[in-house]
């Protein structure tokens, strides 16, 4: 069955740091791996994804994530963090021709000034 | 201007009532989606339709219903035999192919009274 992990609850880094927020998958086959936020009380919104190429993609607000399929994770990464970037993220994953999506259970990402 | 929407923003229920959550998307997506957002443990697929007139249900579908009389439109009812239905619902869509992301609508935060 597939299946992700966000082993981190809680991310805590200063502004300007660099930030990462980690993902682990289980997934027969070749996954498809997402990242998305959310703000409260919103819906979630899609940062990037990963469908197969180069393991290092880039997304929306100058986040990446780098696809490591020895590791079979997919954390995401941010060279210099805003406050802005204070949300909760979610990883995702389906594989192919499969209809339905799961999430992580979430990270709160809190960036101090 | 394309999106998904979500009415009500916020409802109150009372224990024995029947209510419905609307979703609505102009984006011409084929598959649509309903999840439920409960503190720290993600979203849990309740009910997807990849297709007008037809519909699967998810991990946790006992409690609710859906239907899919019109590709732009896919109600939640969440029923009195919902033990626990105070959460945050999330109606998602996606086009085209299995790879694709979603798109999130807003949300509506259910209360039971």
């Known amino acids: 069955a597939q299946s992700v992990a966000q082993p981190e609850d809680q991310v805590n880094v200063a502004e300007g740091n660099p930030l990462t927020v980690k993902c682990t998958y289980s997934?027969?086959?070749?996954?498809?791996l997402f990242w998305y936020v959310q703000y409260p009380n919103r819906g979630l919104q899609f940062l990037l994804k990963?469908?197969?190429?180069?393991?290092l993609v880039k997304g929306s607000y100058g986040f990446e994530a780098e696809f490591n399929k020895s590791q079979t994770s997919f954390h995401l990464k941010k060279p210099s963090a805003l406050v802005s970037d204070s949300a909760l993220y979610f990883c995702?994953?389906?594989?192919?021709?499969?209809?339905?999506?799961?999430f992580g259970a979430g990270t709160r990402l809190t960036v101090k000034p | 201007d394309g999106g998904i929407t979500q009415s009500p923003k916020y409802l109150f229920r009372k224990e024995g009532q029947n209510v419905t959550l609307s979703c609505e998307q102009n984006?011409?997506?084929?598959?649509m989606y309903w999840y439920r957002q409960d503190p720290g443990q993600g979203l849990r697929l309740i009910y997807y339709?990849?297709?007008?007139?037809?519909?699967q249900k998810g991990d946790i579908a006992e409690g609710y219903s859906v239907s899919r009389e019109k590709k732009e439109s896919f109600p939640l009812t969440v029923t009195s035999a919902q033990k626990n239905p105070t959460a945050f619902y999330l109606c998602?869509?996606?086009?085209?192919?299995?790879?694709?992301?979603?798109?999130f609508g807003p949300g509506t935060r259910l209360t039971v009274l």
């Open positions: 990963y469908i197969t190429g180069d393991n």
């Open positions: 998602a869509s996606r086009g085209g192919t299995y790879y694709n992301e979603q798109f």
């Open positions: 984006l011409n997506h084929d598959a």
């Open positions: 995702a994953v389906s594989f192919y021709n499969n209809n339905d999506m799961r």
């Open positions: 997934v027969s086959g070749n996954p498809y």
């Open positions: 339709s990849q297709i007008v007139n037809d519909f």
